[in-house]
């Protein structure tokens, strides 16, 4: 009963508008956000464990008995990596219909990792991330410049699916060359830009050298933390730079969990900091 109502509440938020859902999760004491990681938690054990081949066999073989694990810390030392994914396939992971797929870069490995996703779980995923974006402060009057490499990496779609929740200016370049997107870029003069790290030191270094315009907020995500050079793409005046390490599908021991309805990885690993 208890378990029925957290999963009500949650639907409720995630249906509201980014700005009244942030308040309610702000005004919310930790023991009911904490109910609710722990409910959701419990929903992807029980849907792996019922749908998932790789997870079945997974459970049964370490004696995982799911209707007793309520935290993730109890299920050991297991882990699901991007090895897992390379050697059983991603049909092994899947738990329903999926609409569309996604893949790794290549930056990692030259074997490219895929992970299905339904139409459902994207909207899902678009109105979290219109949450956590609202709350670091993006707001319908920007102006936003995507420079995500869109071919076949799940970001774009999920700042895309996030965005049209916040009603804000959005323009996807992708991962054209920096000079290009520079040129480009000035005609809308964007105060929160999207891309990863050597990108955008070389677009701060144009910047340098050229103009520059009010910026707002840079968002830099990559597959492992940043080394020193990258950290110069922040002498660019912004107010805020958020740095986001992601090691989702290559890394070996990730640590966070996720739910998904086509596909599921228990645990992954989204790090972030702001500067």
């Not at 370049?173 to 070389?202: C, H, M, T």
């Not at 640590?255 to 086509?262: D, I, P, V």
Request: hydrophobic share 40%; charged share 25%; with cysteine.
């Amino acid at each position: 009963m208890l378990t029925n109502i957290i999963e009500q509440i949650e639907r409720m938020v995630l249906h509201m508008e980014p700005h009244r859902s942030v308040r309610f999760l702000n005004l919310s004491p930790p023991w009911a956000i904490e109910a609710m990681q722990r409910a959701r938690f419990q929903r992807t054990l029980r849907l792996a464990a019922k749908r998932s081949s790789f997870y079945r066999e997974q459970f049964r073989r370490r004696g995982i008995e799911v209707r007793r694990i309520e935290h993730p810390s109890e299920l050991g030392d297991f882990y699901t990596t991007g090895e897992d994914l390379r050697a059983h396939g991603a049909e092994a992971f899947l738990t329903g219909h999926a609409d569309t797929a996604f893949e790794t870069t290549g930056t990692t490995s030259p074997i490219p990792k895929r992970v299905f996703f339904s139409q459902r779980e994207l909207t899902e995923m678009g109105r979290t991330s219109a949450i956590g974006l609202y709350h670091l402060g993006i707001r319908a009057e920007d102006r936003v410049l995507s420079a995500y490499d869109c071919s076949f990496w799940v970001s774009p779609a999920v700042l895309r699916m996030g965005l049209q929740y916040l009603n804000c200016f959005h323009v996807e370049a992708g991962k054209i060359a920096p000079q290009d997107f520079y040129d480009r870029a000035r005609e809308y003069k964007p105060n929160v830009i999207f891309g990863e790290p050597s990108w955008l030191v070389r677009l701060s270094e144009l910047a340098r050298e050229q103009s520059t315009w009010p910026m707002k907020l840079r968002f830099i995500s990559a597959m492992a933390r940043l080394n020193r050079s990258a950290r110069s793409a922040q002498s660019v005046s912004a107010r805020t730079v958020i740095t986001a390490t992601i090691s989702s599908f290559s890394s070996r021991r990730p640590r966070l969990m996720r739910k998904g309805t086509a596909s599921l990885s228990i645990r992954h690993s989204c790090e972030m900091s702001c500067h």
